[in-house]
C-alpha cells in the first residue's frame, strides 16, 4: 500500500483548523498553527479555494470554510430540477393566494428568480425568470440569509444599500430580522425594497433539511399585510404548506 | 397521495364542499384528482402500471391491473370526504389503447394493445397497399396507420383461435380504457354499461366522423362485428351512476386524453390551440362544428360534444419524440442526470453552433408521416460541445412545433394567434420561448398543468350542472406564464431552412424490405 500523500494531509488538517475556529484566519495564522511553511500554506489553501472548501474575505484577505462544503454529500440541486419539482405546488399557491409566486436560489450575493407564476388576475405580466433581488431586501433572499443558504459576512462588507427609509441597512437590523425569521419560520418584506409592495417567504429544503431556496408570495401590500403592516396569518401559513410539500418532494423528511 | 386543504379564507365554512373528481387513465400511471368549484386541485392519488414488452415493437398493459389500480386510488383521493360531495366524475384516458373481454366473465381477451404497439404494421403495410387512403378518409378522417383501434381487432381475429366467432355470437366486447373502466364502474359482468365518446370513438376508425355512428363500410371492411362495439355517446352527458366504488355518483364525462387538454385548456372557440408537451407532444386546434379535410397532413378528430349539442372537431398533430428525446439525451447518452438539466447544460452556451438533431427514431408523425425516416445530427464541427447538443434537442421540439403549426395555418381557416401550453416540458422556460420564437405567437401556460384531468372534470361537471356554461369554465382559466416572441424575423427564417434542410436528411433512411409476417 502506497504512503499517505502528504498534501492531502495537509489540506484535511487546514479545513478541521478554519472548521474548529469561529472567526476567520489570515495565512500567518493557518501556517503558524500548522507549522508550515507560508508558501505551501498558501499553495493548499489557493487549491481548497479553487475547490470552493475555502472562501477569502476580500476586504481582510482571511480564510473561512466554504460553501461548498455544506453541500458535501447532499446532491447538488440543479435550479432548473427545483422548478420542475416545485411547479404544480408554485401554481396552487398561486391560485389559493390570488398572488404572484416566486421561487429564489442565491446566486454570487443575490436572489436569481428562478421560478415565477403570475398573479391570477389575467392582468399583463412579464415573465421574470432570471432576474435578480437583493438579499437583505426581499422575503426571499432573508430567507435564504437566514437559514444560511448564503454567507451574510460578505454582503455587511460590501454595504447594505438602502431602497428606502424601510429597508434593513445596517447590520444590526439585519442581525435582528434574521434570528427572527429562524425563530418564526418565515420572512416577510414590508416595502423593503420597493414601496407599496410587501412579500411573505419560506425556506425550501432538500435532504438533511438543508435549505435550497426559498419560494414566496408578493403583491400590494395592502392585500399582503393589515393595516397595522403584518403579513396576513392565513397567506403564511399558505405559503408554509407550499413550501412543506415542494420540501417533501425534494426529500426533505421532517417537513 | 398529496393532498392541499382549501384555504378557509375563500371558501364559505358553512358549506360542505362539493368537488368533481378526474380519473385520467394515462399510458404510464392512472390518476384520480378532486377538483373543486374554481378549477382548483383539491387531492392526486396516482398509480403506475406494468409495460409488457413480450416481442420487438409489442406493447401491453394488462386490464384487470389497471381497473385495480383505480379501485386502490379512488379511495386515496377521497382523502375523508364522501360520495356524496363527489358531483360528477369524468374520464380521459389514453386513446386507441385496445382490449377485448368475456361479456360474461369480465375476463380480458389476453392484455390490451396500447397505442404504441406496432405489430400491426405488416398488415397495415398489405391494407394499405389494396384499399388506398381515400377510402378511409372519406369514412373516418384518417389514414390508416398503426396508431389506430381497428387494425389491431383484426389482428386479434387473425391470430387468436376461435375470437372472430365469440365475437360474432356477442361474447365478446370491445373498448378502449374508458370503456373498459366505465363497464367496471358500473357493475361489470352484472349490468354493466357498455359505451364509448365520440373523441375515443374517433380514433378507432370505425366511426364516420360526420354521422359519428359506426360506419357499416369500414365494420365490414375490418370483419368487426357490431355487436361488439359499445354505444356512441356524448363526450359530456350523465352515462350512468357509478356502483359500489363511488356509490351514487354520476359517470358524466369521457374524452380521449388529447381532446380532454383541449377542454382543460378552454380551446372553446375555433381557431384555439393547445400543445401537451410530453414524452410526444400533440398540437390540437379547435375547428368548430365543420369537418376539415387536412391537405398537408394532419388528424381530423372530434375535438368534444356537449349533450345533444353539434360536435365540436379538431385538427390534431402528434409529434412522435419530443421530451423522449431528452430522455435518451440523459438515458443513452448519460450527458445529464435529471431531465430539467438540459437547460442547465443548454444554456452553457448561446445557440446551436449550427448543430440540428431530427429525432426520427421511429419514422416521423404529422407533418410529414414518414416511416422511412430515421433521427440525423447535422452540422457536426470540432466547435460542437454538449452544450450545443442539448440546444439541438430543445430546439427540436420547438421545431416540430413549428412545422405542425405551419400545417394547422394552410388547413384552417384560423390561424394561430396563441399557444397555449401544457405537460411537462412547460416547465423549460428555454425551451418554451424558444417555441414562442418560433411560431412567432405568445406562449401561455395556464396555472392549473394537470389539463387533461382538468378537462375531464370540466366536462363532467358540465354535464351535471356543477358548472353552467363554457363561458364559467373560461373564467376558471388563469394565466400563469407567457413567453413573447422576440427573434429577428431574418434569423428565424435561416434557422427554419436549415431545420428543414436537416428533415431532409433523415428522410428515407430506411430502405424498403419486404417483410414476412410472423
Known amino acids: 500500500m502506497p504512503g499517505a500523500v502528504q498534501s492531502i494531509e495537509r489540506a484535511a488538517a487546514i479545513l478541521r483548523l478554519l472548521a474548529s475556529g469561529h472567526r476567520r484566519l489570515g495565512l500567518g495564522e493557518v501556517a503558524a498553527s500548522l507549522g508550515l511553511a507560508k508558501g505551501t500554506a498558501h499553495g493548499i489553501l489557493r487549491t481548497l479555494q479553487h475547490v470552493d472548501f475555502v472562501e477569502q474575505d476580500q476586504a481582510t484577505g482571511k480564510y473561512q470554510l466554504g460553501a461548498a462544503l455544506l453541500h458535501l454529500g447532499t446532491s447538488y440541486l440543479d435550479v432548473n430540477e427545483l422548478r420542475s419539482r416545485s411547479i404544480n405546488w408554485a401554481d396552487a399557491l398561486a391560485a389559493r393566494s390570488g398572488e404572484a409566486v416566486r421561487i429564489g436560489t442565491p446566486l454570487e450575493g443575490q436572489v436569481l428568480v428562478v421560478h415565477h407564476v403570475f398573479r391570477p388576475d389575467d392582468t399583463l405580466q412579464t415573465l421574470d425568470v432570471g432576474s435578480l433581488l437583493p438579499l437583505h431586501a426581499s422575503a426571499l433572499g432573508k430567507v435564504l440569509l437566514a437559514y444560511g443558504a448564503t454567507p451574510v459576512a460578505p454582503l455587511v462588507e460590501a454595504g447594505l444599500e438602502a431602497y428606502n427609509r424601510h429597508t434593513l441597512a445596517t447590520p444590526e437590523d439585519l442581525d435582528r430580522a434574521l434570528t427572527e425569521i429562524r425563530e418564526v419560520g418565515w420572512a416577510a418584506e414590508v416595502q423593503e425594497m420597493i414601496i407599496g409592495e410587501a412579500g411573505i417567504a419560506v425556506p425550501i429544503r432538500g435532504q438533511g433539511g438543508l435549505v435550497v431556496g426559498a419560494i414566496g408570495v408578493s403583491g400590494a401590500v395592502e392585500r399582503i399585510c393589515d393595516t397595522r403592516g403584518r403579513p396576513h396569518p392565513n397567506l403564511v401559513a399558505l405559503v408554509r404548506d407550499a413550501a412543506r410539500a415542494v420540501s417533501r418532494d425534494l426529500g426533505a423528511a421532517r417537513w | ?518
Open chain 2, 1 to 518: 397521495m398529496t393532498s392541499m386543504p382549501s384555504s378557509p379564507a375563500s371558501e364559505g365554512l358553512l358549506m360542505v364542499e362539493r368537488y368533481v373528481m378526474s380519473i385520467d387513465q394515462g399510458t404510464t400511471s392512472t390518476r384520480c384528482i378532486l377538483f373543486d368549484h374554481r378549477g382548483r386541485l383539491v387531492s392526486v392519488a396516482q398509480r403506475e402500471h406494468q409495460h409488457h414488452f413480450p416481442r420487438p415493437g409489442w406493447v401491453e398493459h394488462d386490464a384487470v391491473e389497471i381497473w385495480r389500480n383505480l379501485q386502490r386510488i379512488v379511495p386515496q383521493a377521497m382523502d375523508g370526504a364522501e360520495a356524496d360531495q363527489v358531483a360528477a366524475i369524468g374520464i380521459a384516458n389514453q386513446r386507441e389503447t385496445t382490449v377485448l373481454w368475456d361479456r360474461t366473465t369480465g375476463a380480458p381477451v389476453g392484455k390490451a394493445i396500447s397505442w404504441q404497439d406496432t405489430r400491426t404494421d405488416s398488415l397495415v403495410e398489405d391494407l394499405r397497399r389494396t384499399t388506398g387512403d381515400d377510402f378511409f378518409l372519406d369514412r373516418c378522417s384518417l389514414p390508416l396507420a398503426t396508431y389506430f383501434s381497428a387494425p389491431r381487432i383484426r389482428w386479434l381475429f387473425d391470430h387468436v383461435e376461435g375470437l372472430h366467432e365469440r365475437a360474432e355470437r356477442g361474447e365478446v366486447l370491445f373498448g378502449t380504457m374508458e370503456t373498459w373502466l366505465i363497464w367496471n364502474l358500473t357493475g361489470g359482468p352484472t349490468g354493466g354499461l357498455h359505451i364509448t365518446d365520440v373523441t375515443n370513438a374517433s380514433r378507432t376508425m370505425l366511426m364516420n366522423t360526420r354521422t359519428l355512428t359506426w360506419d357499416e363500410d369500414l365494420l365490414a371492411y375490418f370483419g368487426v362485428p357490431r355487436s361488439m362495439l359499445p354505444e356512441i355517446r356524448s363526450s359530456a352527458e350523465s352515462y350512468a351512476v357509478a356502483g359500489s366504488l363511488l356509490p351514487g355518483v354520476r359517470i358524466g364525462a369521457a374524452l380521449g386524453d388529447q381532446q380532454a387538454a383541449l377542454f382543460g385548456q378552454t380551446c372553446f372557440a375555433p381557431g384555439e390551440a393547445k400543445c401537451t408537451y410530453g414524452t410526444g407532444s400533440f398540437l390540437l386546434i379547435n375547428t368548430g362544428t365543420q369537418v376539415i379535410r387536412s391537405r398537408h397532413g394532419l388528424l381530423t378528430t372530434v375535438g368534444y360534444k356537449i349533450k345533444d349539442e353539434p360536435a365540436v372537431y379538431a385538427l390534431e398533430g402528434p409529434i412522435a419524440v419530443t421530451g423522449s428525446l431528452v430522455q435518451w439525451f440523459r438515458d443513452s447518452l448519460g450527458l445529464i442526470s435529471s431531465a430539467p438539466e438540459i437547460e442547465t447544460l443548454a444554456r452553457t452556451v448561446d445557440d446551436n453552433g449550427g448543430c440540428y438533431i431530427v429525432p426520427a427514431f421511429s419514422g416521423l408523425y404529422a407533418p410529414h408521416w414518414r416511416s422511412d425516416a430515421r433521427g440525423v445530427i447535422v452540422g457536426l464541427t470540432s466547435y460542437i460541445t454538449k452544450g450545443h447538443l442539448a440546444r439541438a434537442v430543445l430546439e427540436a421540439t420547438g421545431w416540430q412545433t413549428r412545422e405542425v403549426v405551419d400545417a394547422m395555418n394552410a388547413d384552417s381557416p384560423h390561424s394561430l394567434k396563441e399557444l397555449k401550453v401544457d405537460g411537462g416540458m412547460t416547465a423549460n422556460n428555454l425551451l418554451m420561448q424558444f417555441v414562442a420564437e418560433v411560431l412567432d405567437v405568445p406562449v401561455v401556460r395556464p396555472m392549473v398543468a394537470e389539463t387533461v384531468s382538468l378537462g375531464a372534470a370540466y366536462a363532467a361537471g358540465l354535464a351535471v350542472g356543477y358548472w353552467p356554461d363554457l363561458e364559467g369554465l373560461r373564467r376558471n382559466w388563469h394565466r400563469a406564464a407567457q413567453w413573447l416572441p422576440d427573434m429577428d424575423p431574418e434569423r428565424r427564417e435561416s434557422e427554419y431552412d436549415n431545420w428543414q434542410r436537416a428533415v431532409e436528411r433523415a428522410l428515407g433512411w430506411i430502405k424498403p424490405a419486404k417483410r414476412s409476417l410472423s
